[in-house]
């Protein structure tokens, strides 16, 4: 093979190399942005945003898999997505459903509620009838180590939000957890209602996670849904109000 | 005719007997420009090397690129005026194919290189030890028994204006950074405030994977792994803002794997960290986090067992309790 040949057939390999790492990344670039983002509008200068959290989920590949389901504001529709919109320097009060049982924290240090407005959240929870175990209680910690009730956390570090999302009661939920998803209060689960207010920050793109290690099967629990957009982390995009 | 391998092709047409002085040549050269290179270097750039002199290890590092820089300096010079006068003076003439002139050694050359080399080591050697003994370990994680400390008073009870030394745990997990103070009650926070001229001891672990703590500012760097203690040292010397990262790939969110650090005067320090150990005391953390420890084991958790184990059937996202490497939905 004369030297010109040679240089030719490096030059050819060097570029399908270059091709399918870039075909790869748009792949995946393009699976990432196929994620809807549910866009919140602001109304009397609040906002209201809903969340869920399953044990399972409704997608052919991965069923097993815990997540975080968005709602639509206007459809009401949960979307499985965790890409989310609000006004900047605004009040968001958000609603999360926990349907998933307990599971205790790794560093049980956010059990404590922090960011919040007021540093509280209000919780009550619910058996699989859809009848409420007592009152709403307003909490600024949920010791996920003593009485295992914390199911997963929405966390937002780089604004210093930190809260616990209440599981359904331990004893109410065995066997008893929902297995329809996404849930919904008559779906024959057990689960909490959680809500909690904060202000939004300026405009900018925030991830947020899941703190407990809930990815089973993945190592420290923290592969899986815990680093797949879509489950249990996302973005809360933050625009102009 | 002359063979080219005789002696007189030496320095090409030019007769051996006036061949000119290259290295009192190039010496001529060399030495005005090392000598501005390195007044360039300290008075200039030193001032504006990172990482900046906001705490005594950040100002041992600047100090050290500095001295380093000037000690590279007339070398990288030297090589380069060698480089570039080897190529003007003893290129070869147009037309002039003759082999260079044998070389059968030259002792003054080799005495020269052997000892400049040797002493340019050597004096690496020495100075890189000090500036490692002296800032006790130069900010960098000493492992879990550290040879060089930092001088201060261990305390169990911090107290402003004593030279008490600060301990601070840190400790990574993905993908967040918590600080525990042991002589406030063990109380924790998610912001890594600290005292200006106080000598701070940080012990760093980790409870999941390898993480590094890397507060760049204060010129501290130390990797967290899990079950290891792995301790540096640093005083702050100015207040302001800071900002801490991670240094070790760990996942998803490595890259927003931050937290900011405050650097305040020590009786507002005092009252910040008393203030929150207040709080989580009034609200249950206290009593909700593990003794302080060195390090933990995030599978051993003993509150759990007492009741709710028993409770056979309940299915947490993981299962309930995972273990270190692998949990499993049961």
């Not at chain 2, 290891?228 to 640093?234: C, K, P, Q, S």
């Not at chain 2, 800071?242 to 009252?271: P, Y």
Request: charged letters at 10%; proline letters at 8%.
């Amino acid at each position: 093979m004369s030297v010109t040949a040679r240089a030719a057939a490096l030059i050819v390999a060097f570029l399908c190399v270059v091709g399918a790492g870039v075909f790869v990344a748009v792949y995946y670039i393009g699976a990432a942005s196929q994620l809807p983002t549910v866009n919140y509008t602001a109304s009397g200068g609040q906002v209201s945003v809903a969340l869920q959290e399953d044990p399972g989920n409704n997608s052919a590949t991965r069923p097993s898999w815990v997540t975080y389901y968005t709602q639509d504001p206007t459809t009401k529709q949960w979307l499985h997505t965790t890409l989310f919109t609000v006004p900047a320097h605004t009040r968001v009060n958000m609603t999360i459903y926990g349907y998933d049982g307990c599971t205790p924290l790794r560093n049980n240090y956010f059990s404590q509620v922090q960011g919040t407005i007021g540093n509280t959240v209000t919780v009550q929870q619910f058996n699989k009838n859809n009848r409420p175990l007592g009152l709403p209680l307003t909490e600024s910690l949920i010791n996920s180590w003593a009485h295992c009730s914390v199911g997963h956390t929405f966390a937002i570090p780089n604004i210093g939000l930190y809260v616990p999302v209440a599981s359904p009661n331990a004893y109410n939920s065995v066997n008893n957890l929902c297995g329809t998803f996404p849930c919904t209060p008559t779906s024959g689960g057990a689960y909490s209602l959680e809500t909690f207010s904060f202000m939004s920050p300026g405009p900018g793109s925030y991830r947020w996670q899941c703190l407990i290690p809930c990815g089973g099967g993945f190592l420290n629990g923290n592969g899986g849904p815990m680093q797949t957009l879509g489950w249990m982390t996302g973005f809360m995009n933050v625009v102009s109000a | 005719m002359s063979s080219p391998e005789t002696p007189a092709a030496a320095g090409g047409n030019t007769p051996p007997g006036r061949e000119p002085a290259h290295g009192w040549r190039l010496f001529a050269i060399w030495l005005p420009l090392s000598v501005a290179a390195c007044l360039v270097i300290w008075f200039v750039w030193y001032p504006h090397l990172p990482p900046g002199r906001f705490s005594t290890s950040a100002a041992h590092q600047q100090f050290d690129i500095a001295v380093l820089a000037v000690s590279a300096a007339p070398v990288i010079i030297g090589v380069v005026l060698y480089f570039i006068y080897a190529i003007v003076v003893w290129r070869a003439k147009p037309g002039d194919d003759r082999d260079g002139e044998p070389i059968f050694g030259n002792v003054k050359v080799q005495a020269t290189w052997i000892i400049g080399t040797s002493a340019i080591v050597l004096w690496l050697f020495v100075f890189g030890t000090v500036e490692l003994i002296v800032p006790a370990g130069a900010g960098a994680g000493e492992g879990p028994s550290p040879i060089w400390k930092q001088s201060g008073n261990q305390t169990a009870a911090w107290t402003p204006g004593a030279n008490d030394i600060l301990q601070v745990q840190v400790i990574g997990q993905q993908w967040t950074w918590t600080y525990r103070y042991p002589q406030f009650g063990g109380m924790a926070s998610t912001v890594l405030d600290l005292p200006v001229d106080t000598p701070i001891t940080f012990h760093v672990t980790s409870l999941d994977v390898i993480h590094s703590f890397w507060a760049y500012l204060l010129g501290v760097k130390a990797d967290a792994n899990p079950a290891v203690d792995n301790v540096a040292f640093t005083t702050a010397r100015q207040t302001g803002s800071f900002i801490v990262r991670c240094n070790e790939l760990c996942g998803i969110w490595h890259a927003a794997m931050t937290s900011d650090g405050n650097v305040m005067s020590q009786t507002a320090f005092k009252a910040w960290a008393t203030a929150v150990q207040a709080r989580e005391k009034a609200n249950g953390t206290l009593s909700a986090l593990p003794r302080y420890s060195l390090t933990y084991d995030p599978t051993v958790i003993p509150q759990l067992g007492k009741d709710l184990v028993q409770v056979a059937g309940i299915t947490g996202a993981a299962g309930y309790f995972y273990g270190p490497a692998n949990p499993v939905t049961p």
